[in-house]
């Protein structure tokens, strides 16, 4: 299984950054350009990935881009491995069974908002 290493930060700090910056000038980024320059850089695929972006969600100045990724990186629909992740960020205790999913979803973007005012 691969993991956010040190190493692996470094190497793709700029990519991450640029994608970072993207999303909170505008309120969105590329899930699909993100997901291709990150497994470029890292010579990764797909499966690998999604771990390294659950391990990307724990450092707080990167959680909003990794959140973004995990909910449209398959796009309509969130992949079981991001569900409990995402759960966890919104503060509700099921994805998929939770009934104010979509209002805690909307408060956990508004204070990514909120927080860059």
């Known amino acids: 299984m691969a993991n956010l290493t040190q190493r692996r930060f470094e190497k793709a700090k700029p990519l991450l950054d640029k994608y970072r910056e993207q999303l909170h000038s505008t309120g969105h ?61 919104y503060g509700i205790k099921s994805y998929d069974h939770a009934p104010d999913r979509e209002e805690k979803q909307r408060a956990f973007w508004q204070t990514m908002l909120q927080r860059d005012e």
């Open 29 to 89: 980024t590329s899930a699909e350009d993100l997901e291709h320059e990150l497994r470029e850089c890292w010579g990764v695929g797909y499966q690998e990935l999604k771990q390294i972006i659950i391990d990307l969600s724990k450092r707080d100045h990167y959680r909003y881009l990794a959140a973004c990724y995990m909910e449209n990186s398959n796009a309509p629909c969130v992949i079981e491995e991001f569900k409990a992740v995402l759960a966890a960020m």
